[in-house]
Structures are given as C-alpha cells and as structure tokens.
C-alpha cells in the first residue's frame, strides 16, 4: 500500500545456489530458514528464532505416547522438504547421530503439500511451528511430544553487502523487521 506502483517478485531459492543468486542480481533480498548461515559477501540478520516441531494426524499412534524420540519414527513414512532444507539436514543429522535409519522418505517442493498430506493421516513430518499453527489450534494436526533438545532454527533477513540497496527496497526491510517485532 506504501508503494503502490512498485512490483516484487517473490521465488523459492535454494540453500546452495543462494550465494550465485545474489551476485549474478537474480536475488536482491532473501529470507531463510536454518539454523547457521555464513557467507563472505552477503549480510545476515537474524529475524527469529523458529521452533520445530514434529507433526502428525491427530489420530496417529504416537500421539498417545508421552515422549517421542527418533527411534519411534524410525518405521514411520517421513514427508520431508527438499534435499537443500536446512531444517530436514538437522533432522537426518539427528536420525544419523543416533544410527537411525527412517524406513521411507518422500520428499515435496511445497510445506503445504506435506501438511495437506498429513491431514489425511499419511506420515509424519519436522515442520517449523509457525507453520502448522492454525492447523494446530484447529485439530487437523498433532505435534508429537518430542523428548530430548528442543529442536529450532532462525529465520534470517540476507542481503549483497557491496549492491545498492534501493529506499524501496530498504522500506521493506524496515517493514520486515517492523511486522516480525510486531507480532
């Protein structure tokens, strides 16, 4: 409403190719799930800090279990992010410090798939909080009582550090930070 003749293209970008995005000027600004990001040329701003959680249809087996570990979902179908999300890293980083090896994964491009898919009861999957609230409050989903180090991650504001930043591009920055501090 600010800038009501400025157009913004919004994209998914990957965890990997971020870095060439921003110097080839395909990428201006980025927004990023994860729980540690360095990178020499690109700034950071920590927004947030995100939990995880681990969801399930409310009338799953383990939802009746008091505490969950990652052995309980080692026989469970596991609906996951893309190969380059930082949260499924940390997941498989626990499953392999624990020698677990879940029985079958099923990646999708889209969170909305993976919560469509687990509202009609197929599998389980690591999701950060903010995402599954509604769904949550509402009764569609169920987070399982994860037992051990609560799982999180940042959701982090990245930007070149050595091209221009426009005043409207900034304006909405400004309004990014304003919006997160708001709520």
Not at 26 to 44: G, H, K, S, Y
Not at 174 to 182: A, H, K, N, Q, W
Request: neutral net charge.
């Amino acid at each position: 409403q600010r800038f009501p003749k400025i157009g913004f293209s919004f994209n998914s970008c990957t965890y990997y190719s971020l870095q060439q995005e921003f110097q080839s000027g395909i990428t201006n600004l980025a927004f990023l799930i994860t729980d540690t990001f360095q990178a020499t040329n690109l700034e950071t701003e920590i927004l947030l800090t995100l939990p995880l959680v681990i969801v399930a249809h409310p009338g799953h087996r383990l939802t009746s279990q008091r505490n969950i570990r990652i052995q309980d979902v080692k026989d469970e179908l596991i609906l996951l992010p893309k190969e380059d999300c930082s949260y499924r890293m940390m997941f498989e980083q626990i499953a392999t410090r624990e020698k677990i090896e879940p029985a079958t994964i099923i990646n999708f491009n889209s969170i909305e798939a993976i919560k469509q898919c687990i509202m009609t009861g197929t599998g389980i999957t690591v999701i950060p909080e903010i995402a599954v609230k509604k769904e949550v409050a509402d009764g569609l989903l169920a987070v399982l009582p994860w037992k051990g180090k609560q799982l999180t991650a940042k959701l982090w504001m990245i930007w070149h550090k050595e091209k221009w930043i426009s005043p409207t591009l900034k304006a909405f920055m400004d309004m990014v930070r304003e919006g997160i501090t708001s709520s």
